[in-house]
T-cell receptor, first 115, second 113 residues
Framework: GDSVTQMEGPVTLSEEAFLTINCTYTATGYPSLFWYVQYPGEGLQLLLKATKADDKGSNKGFEATYRKETTSFHLEKGSVQVSDSAVYFCALSDPPSYNNNDMRFGAGTRLTVKP | KAGVTQTPRYLIKTRGQQVTLSCSPISGHRSVSWYQQTPGQGLQFLFEYFSETQRNKGNFPGRFSGRQFSNSRSEMNVSTLELGDSALYLC????????????FGDGTRLSIL
């Protein structure tokens, strides 16, 4: 079935460093792709999304591009802040024609940013 | 717009008991999905309800069940609790179409003694 694989953490960076968290997917159709972030003691918050090939999702300085040729959706940020410390989840969902809302999540990558 | 509300935030139960968790979705959302999050297994999909019907189900035993009411509020029930059921249970709502994001509540932390 459809699945998502993301790089294992934890990732520790210094403030203002460049961030990349890799995510690849396996899907038979054309899924929608998402990045979620989870801060301690909270649920998941949508960070960005892309629904078709070559779409770029962006939010709060984070970006990810839907690459169909490499089946990837890597998360990047040019300059991380201490407040970005959290767990990041890559996820996919089936296209609307599949008539379900089943979202598949990666294992999560814990990011720690040190001042 | 109010977000997804889960109650209670914390629960402590003992083995063999049962528990009911509640989720109120964002107004207008008809789909509610439930997930179990543990350090070892990560985020695992339990089931999804759409317009009061279970539309999708993950690989959990029958002790885990749910329902959805006409106002889209959902409850999840776990019977005969086991130590391994200790987890953060997350609820997410959406409009129910495949390419729309799910919006999560802050979860219910269930601890089994």
């Amino acid at each position: 079935g459809d699945s998502v694989t993301q790089m294992e953490g934890p990732v520790t960076l210094s403030e203002e460093a460049f961030l990349t968290i890799n995510c690849t997917y396996t899907a038979t159709g054309y899924p929608s792709l998402f990045w979620y972030v989870q801060y301690p003691g909270e649920g998941l918050q949508l960070l960005l999304k892309a629904t078709k090939a070559d779409d770029k999702g962006s939010n709060k300085g984070f970006e990810a591009t839907y690459r169909k040729e490499t089946t990837s959706f890597h998360l990047e940020k040019g300059s991380v802040q201490v407040s970005d410390s959290a767990v990041y989840f890559c996820a996919l969902s089936d296209p609307p024609s599949y008539n379900n809302n089943d979202m598949r999540f990666g294992a999560g990558t814990r990011l720690t940013v040190k001042p | 717009k109010a977000g997804v509300t889960q109650t209670p935030r914390y629960l402590i139960k003992t083995r063999g008991q049962q528990v009911t968790l509640s989720c109120s979705p964002i107004s207008g959302h008809r789909s509610v999905s439930w997930y179990q999050q543990t350090p070892g297994q990560g985020l695992q999909f339990l089931f999804e309800y759409f317009s009061e019907t279970q539309r999708n189900k993950g690989n959990f035993p029958g002790r885990f069940s749910g329902r959805q009411f006409s106002n889209s509020r959902s409850e999840m029930n776990v019977s005969t609790l086991e130590l391994g059921d200790s987890a953060l249970y997350l609820c997410a709502s959406s409009d129910g179409t495949g390419n729309q994001p799910q919006h999560f509540g802050d979860g219910t932390r269930l601890s089994i003694l």
